[in-house]
């Protein structure tokens, strides 16, 4: 079975409707299903000030956050109302690079949530920068019925 997000879905995304992110410059380079590739192109903004320019802690999150996302979305599609609910991650070693890599793995897929672990690392590194778990809430169709009030 193939991802059930396409490249060009991703793409449109972050351009309509996705602009807590629009600051970043994230590509979503491979989608199949349960996992997810994409890059961010670091840029100045996206690190902390002083000796190394380290790429900072909450651009990291950030990262994983959407790594995850898509991961979860090559399995059940593009659910646009998807919210995260727990994002657990631990900074492994100071994150110095030109381009991040964010590689989401879907863990667990359920009716009412879904979990994914992401790896993020400096393009070309050997060892992983940080490492999350990512909790994400997905929407249901409302159980509740209309009612009209009684006369």
Not at 41 to 49: F, I, K, L
Request: with cysteine; hydrophobic share 40%; proline share 5%.
């Amino acid at each position: 079975m193939g991802s059930r997000i396409t490249l060009e879905e991703g793409a449109a995304h972050f351009a309509r409707d996705d602009h807590s992110l629009r600051h970043l410059d994230v590509r979503v380079v491979e989608l199949e299903t349960d996992r997810a590739v994409l890059h961010l192109m670091v840029s100045d903004r996206d690190t902390r000030v002083g000796e190394g320019a380290r790429v900072s802690g909450p651009v990291q999150m950030a990262m994983a956050d959407v790594g995850g996302l898509f991961a979860v979305w090559t399995r059940i599609g593009y659910v646009p109302d998807i919210v995260t609910s727990n994002l657990n991650i631990h900074f492994l070693r100071a994150c110095q690079a030109d381009i991040l890599v964010a590689e989401g793995r879907l863990l667990k897929s359920g009716r009412m949530s879904s979990v994914a672990d992401v790896t993020l690392t400096p393009l070309g590194a050997d060892k992983p920068s940080s490492q999350a778990t990512v909790t994400f809430v997905v929407p249901q169709p409302s159980s509740v019925t209309p009612h009209s009030p009684t006369a």
